[in-house]
């Protein structure tokens, strides 16, 4: 084997720096967040689950906070991405096309229903809390399932390159003798095949994407592997930008010119400290107000040096008294660290976009208010993670899309009588900013009856209004007829006849 190519290099040192710069800072966050695991970056035995940290608050919003995000972005109770025809079609057309882009949307899905996904989601958005969530999509044989799992930031490194898109790197200690498992047509040197037999040898693996901008109208991913240390195989083409490299990195409120993201346990991290700090103090306090300390004359006799302890008894010389001895009072005042401790509460649950809707008092919020905070925090939590749908959670779909035509599937371009049809991926932001037009909808009608009341119909067109609401709202269940029908006879809504009119039939005698 032979030094790694220059350009792999090249792109690996500056990444290495970035993450060096940042590799306190990270491990200062999961130490609060997930106690243990900021032991990941020095690999300490895996009995290395302690911790310094006096409080438990961090932990619990970042695993709230991990799991609003699968459930904003991937939830597994729906579909999260549909696929919008950009391309003109004939009217005539149109349901036959849309039966074609259904059918690639159900066999994406089912793969992904099928994969170890839904299982390990919170685990990989969990690092959405230090702002950098990663995972790796690949199949080990066309025969199984897709397999996933999280990159966690010590096996990371990234910089950005052209356009912002993230030069990455995947850096893992590996046992020796699953070399072979993970790259079953590698060649392996002699000195490798030699380390491979050893039962408790292990090897580093350094996986490396970026993406190649010979053709700029399309862009390639080209790969480079290195095992500790030497080149295992050489800087090839692994295939287009869209789907081709099993290393999707996303970034949540990503900051300019820097690789790492920017996620609520960055935001929080002063305010993490301060609290810890406060505990530290309230508790410390508490443990001096209970223990006795004592101050007594040395008569050569008496030793209280190591405390009293109950049921024993004291020798003392003959002149003692219980003036000779005096107890020193350490009581501490804790009120103003329980004041304080409750401020920086909230400061870190409003980082951790879990500020609402909370009950504040005696009185809890009205079904409008829970719902007003709830989407406020929403749109707070929207902006910032973005950049995920981009990075992230759109290469994924790719991913899986490109996987699928790999196993033969379906083909890649999606076809009806010979055309290609051109289709766009939306986000669940396009659908959350849906759901704010069905509920502006909602408000506006709800005016329209106060104001027209059942003059209503006649200024508003019900039935195509109906037809939107329950489109932009995603449901795939309500059928909707195209024009009003009277109910049916005998329900009570002819108004001349009365329901307790023995007329009718219906009334009593």
Same mark, same amino acid.
Request: charged content about 25%.
């Given at each position: 084997? =032979?030094?790694?190519?220059?350009?792999?290099?090249?792109?690996?040192?500056?990444?290495?720096?970035?993450?060096?710069?940042?590799?306190?800072?990270?491990?200062? $966050?999961?130490?609060?967040?997930?106690?243990?695991?900021?032991?990941?970056?020095?690999?300490?035995?895996?009995?290395?689950?302690?911790?310094?940290?006096?409080?438990?608050?961090?932990?619990?919003?970042?695993?709230?906070?991990?799991?609003?995000?699968?459930?904003?972005?991937?939830?597994?109770?729906?579909?999260?991405?549909?696929?919008?025809?950009?391309?003109?079609?004939?009217?005539?057309?149109?349901?036959?096309?849309?039966?074609?882009?259904?059918?690639?949307?159900?066999?994406?899905?089912?793969?992904?229903?099928?994969?170890?996904?839904?299982?390990?989601?919170?685990?990989?958005?969990?690092?959405?809390?230090?702002?950098?969530?990663?995972?790796?999509?690949?199949?080990?044989?066309?025969?199984?399932?897709?397999? $996933?799992?999280?990159?966690?930031?010590?096996?990371?490194?990234?910089?950005?390159?052209?356009?912002?898109?993230?030069?990455?790197?995947?850096?893992?200690?590996?046992?020796?003798?699953?070399?072979?498992?993970?790259?079953?047509?590698?060649?392996?040197?002699?000195?490798?095949?030699?380390?491979?037999?050893?039962?408790?040898?292990?090897?580093?693996?350094?996986?490396?994407?970026?993406?190649?901008?010979?053709?700029?109208?399309?862009?390639?991913?080209?790969?480079?592997?290195?095992?500790?240390?030497?080149?295992?195989?050489?800087?090839?083409?692994?295939?287009?930008?869209?789907?081709?490299?099993?290393?999707?990195?996303?970034?949540?409120?990503?900051?300019?010119?820097?690789?790492?993201?920017?996620?609520?346990?960055?935001?929080?991290? @002063?305010?993490?400290?301060?609290?810890?700090?406060?505990?530290?103090?309230?508790?410390?306090?508490?443990?001096?107000?209970?223990?006795?300390?004592?101050?007594?004359?040395?008569?050569? =006799?008496?030793?209280?040096?190591?405390?009293?302890?109950?049921?024993?008894?004291?020798?003392?010389?003959?002149?003692?008294?219980?003036?000779?001895?005096?107890?020193?009072?350490?009581? =501490?005042?804790?009120?103003?660290?329980?004041?304080?401790?409750?401020?920086?509460?909230?400061?870190?649950?409003?980082?951790?976009?879990?500020?609402?809707?909370?009950?504040?008092?005696?009185?809890?919020?009205?079904?409008?208010?829970?719902?007003?905070?709830?989407?406020?925090?929403?749109?707070?939590?929207?902006?910032?993670?973005?950049?995920?749908?981009?990075?992230?959670?759109?290469?994924?779909?790719?991913?899986?899309?490109?996987?699928?035509?790999?196993?033969?599937?379906?083909?890649?371009?999606?076809?009806?009588?010979?055309?290609?049809?051109?289709?766009?991926?939306?986000?669940?932001?396009?659908?959350?900013?849906?759901?704010?037009?069905?509920?502006?909808?909602?408000?506006?009608?709800?005016?329209?009856?106060?104001?027209?009341?059942?003059?209503?119909?006649?200024?508003?067109?019900?039935?195509?209004?109906?037809?939107?609401?329950?489109?932009?709202?995603?449901?795939?269940?309500?059928?909707?007829?195209?024009?009003?029908?009277? @109910?049916?006879?005998?329900?009570?809504?002819?108004?001349?006849?009365?329901?307790?009119?023995?007329?009718?039939?219906?009334?009593?005698?």
């Amino acid at each position: 084997m =032979t030094a790694p190519s220059a350009d792999f290099k090249h792109r690996y040192q500056l990444a290495k720096r970035w993450r060096d710069a940042a590799r306190p800072f990270l491990e200062e $966050i999961l130490m609060f967040i997930r106690p243990g695991r900021e032991h990941d970056f020095s690999r300490k035995s895996v009995s290395e689950y302690d911790s310094d940290t006096w409080i438990s608050l961090p932990e619990e919003m970042a695993d709230d906070f991990a799991s609003d995000v699968v459930m904003y972005y991937t939830p597994d109770t729906q579909k999260w991405v549909s696929l919008e025809v950009t391309a003109p079609v004939e009217e005539s057309q149109f349901e036959a096309v849309m039966e074609i882009v259904q059918d690639r949307e159900d066999r994406i899905f089912e793969m992904i229903q099928q994969s170890n996904y839904y299982e390990i989601a919170p685990q990989i958005f969990f690092e959405a809390n230090h702002g950098t969530p990663a995972m790796w999509v690949d199949k080990g044989h066309l025969t199984q399932p897709v397999f $996933i799992e999280p990159v966690a930031p010590h096996e990371l490194l990234i910089v950005p390159g052209h356009m912002g898109i993230l030069d990455r790197f995947r850096e893992k200690i590996v046992p020796a003798n699953t070399l072979k498992a993970l790259f079953p047509d590698g060649k392996f040197s002699k000195e490798l095949e030699a380390k491979i037999k050893k039962p408790a040898a292990t090897a580093k693996v350094c996986w490396g994407y970026w993406v190649d901008w010979e053709d700029a109208g399309n862009p390639q991913w080209r790969c480079e592997i290195t095992i500790d240390g030497k080149q295992f195989k050489a800087p090839e083409v692994i295939g287009p930008f869209a789907g081709s490299c099993p290393l999707l990195v996303g970034r949540f409120n990503p900051q300019p010119g820097r690789p790492w993201g920017r996620g609520p346990g960055w935001k929080a991290l @002063p305010d993490m400290r301060v609290l810890d700090k406060i505990d530290e103090i309230i508790l410390t306090g508490m443990d001096q107000s209970i223990l006795n300390t004592l101050i007594y004359s040395d008569d050569g =006799t008496l030793d209280l040096a190591d405390g009293l302890e109950a049921g024993r008894a004291y020798p003392a010389g003959r002149g003692f008294d219980r003036n000779s001895v005096f107890e020193l009072n350490n009581q =501490t005042n804790l009120d103003a660290g329980w004041f304080s401790e409750e401020r920086i509460e909230d400061r870190i649950r409003t980082a951790f976009f879990q500020d609402g809707p909370r009950q504040r008092g005696d009185t809890p919020p009205t079904a409008s208010q829970w719902l007003d905070e709830r989407r406020r925090v929403q749109q707070r939590i929207g902006k910032p993670s973005a950049p995920l749908w981009k990075e992230l959670i759109l290469p994924f779909f790719q991913r899986i899309e490109t996987l699928a035509v790999e196993s033969r599937i379906f083909d890649r371009e999606i076809t009806h009588n010979g055309n290609a049809l051109t289709v766009l991926p939306v986000s669940p932001l396009q659908k959350a900013q849906n759901q704010d037009k069905v509920l502006v909808t909602r408000s506006n009608l709800e005016l329209g009856v106060n104001v027209f009341q059942d003059q209503l119909p006649g200024v508003v067109d019900m039935v195509g209004t109906f037809k939107n609401i329950v489109e932009a709202s995603g449901d795939e269940l309500t059928q909707v007829n195209n024009e009003l029908t009277p @109910p049916p006879v005998g329900t009570g809504s002819d108004p001349s006849v009365s329901p307790t009119d023995p007329a009718s039939g219906s009334g009593q005698a």
